[in-house]
């Protein structure tokens, strides 16, 4: 089979407060929408020729005439607002309640089981910001050893260690343990290691961060796996799934996650790409930068030619993302948005796909374009994308 599908998740980038924003904190969140405003217009012509003006109104990118692409809007209907709760919706899975999240710290039974079983004492045990976390115990963590423990507004265990204290794969092997003893009621979302190097007043994380997340239930990648379909992932993709049914090349930036995608359209035979670019959220958006998240965008924009320019016609490319993360708002957290919904290829025609009602249904359309049957939740809107 020659036919190919990418879906490209733009991490974060949302495009406007979902119907139910305000039970999660969110009233007012619209990443794109609150951005184009703060920086007095966007400027991301190959993104608006696609479509993306045509979804929301955006400052300095009016609606066109003939977008070269459909466009269309994703509302959540999964609760919570994470990563993985977005790509698992994408791929057909909908959760009727959210992650646990623990804004106090985690019960003082599951530090110490913790504790106990990987052979080191615990530090921290609170909710904030990586980079201040590693500020405030780093020094500690040096002279004692002890992992360093914290999470934030995400369901997250995440254990920070120096790589020069703790080497990586025993990082790695604590992080399995936690994973093992994060069971219901305390499923977290993910358990992540969140490797630092430096010293006292110059610390800073490395690219070898690892996640660990819960194994979902059956999703729109172990469909395509039954019938031989290939899947790769680009970004942590492999870890929002547990590994199953996908795996990914590891990027440490937008920019290798760009050449890695491009790679993958110019070579792959056949097959599914699933892409995660992870700086909007983690290097922008968490950090409420403005600059950084509108130039990553801009980036982003850019490189979007060339992979049309090396697509085949039995390709159908999808760009969207998994949750907002509106740098403009005082939090530094997720934010409860609808996300937007871009199709490109030489077979799409420039037409609305509509408000969509969830993820699944772009997952939905994937099973159709391939022939699979899915089981999952959504419905397809492939023969919108194709009409003639």
């Known amino acids: 089979m020659s036919k190919r ?110 504790a106990e079983r990987t052979g080191r004492g615990v530090i921290g045990n609170v909710t904030g910001s990586g980079t201040a976390i590693i500020d405030r115990f780093g020094a500690e963590h040096e002279r004692t050893g002890a992992w360093i423990l914290y999470t934030s507004a995400d369901s997250v265990f995440q254990v920070a260690a120096h790589e020069e204290v703790v080497p990586l794969s025993e990082l790695y092997a604590g992080c399995q343990i936690a994973r093992e003893i994060l069971v219901a009621p305390h499923d977290v979302s993910r358990v992540i290691a969140r490797p630092f190097v430096g010293h006292e007043g110059g610390y800073s994380r490395t690219k070898n961060r690892r996640d660990f997340s819960i194994a979902p239930p059956p999703t729109l990648l172990d469909a395509l796996a039954s019938r031989g379909i290939a899947r790769e992932g680009v970004g942590k993709v492999d870890d929002l799934f547990a590994g199953r049914g996908i795996e990914s090349r590891h990027t440490a930036s937008n920019a290798d996650g760009i050449v890695a995608i491009r790679s993958w359209i110019e070579h792959a035979e056949s097959g599914l790409l699933f892409a995660n670019l992870v700086d909007f ?50 939090s530094t957290d997720h934010a409860r948005e609808c996300v937007p919904l871009l199709g490109l290829g030489q077979r799409v025609v420039g037409v609305t796909i509509g408000r969509r009602e969830t993820f699944s249904d772009l997952g939905a359309t994937v099973a159709e374009w391939f022939a699979v049957p899915f089981s999952g939740a959504g419905t397809s809107f492939l023969e919108t994308l194709l009409a003639a």
């Open 5 to 114: 599908a990418i879906i490209l998740v733009l991490d974060g980038v949302g495009i406007g407060a979902a119907p139910d924003a305000d039970a999660y904190g969110d009233a007012g969140s619209d990443t794109l929408g609150n951005i184009s405003r703060a920086v007095g217009g966007l400027q991301l012509p190959n993104l608006q020729r696609a479509g993306l003006g045509n979804i929301a109104p955006l400052a300095g990118m009016p609606s066109v005439r003939k977008p070269i692409g459909a466009w269309g809007l994703m509302v959540p209907h999964s609760a919570g607002k994470d990563s993985t709760t977005g790509h698992w919706e994408i791929a057909g899975i909908q959760l009727e309640r959210p992650f646990p999240t623990y804004p106090h710290g985690f019960p003082a039974a599951l530090v110490r089981a913790f």
């Open 281 to 330: 959220d983690q290097q922008f958006g968490h950090r409420n930068d403005v600059p950084g998240f509108y130039q990553a965008l801009r980036d982003f924009d850019a490189a979007l030619p060339s992979f049309l320019s090396a697509m085949r016609e039995d390709d159908l490319l999808f760009i969207t993302a998994d949750h907002g993360n509106d740098p403009t708002t005082p």
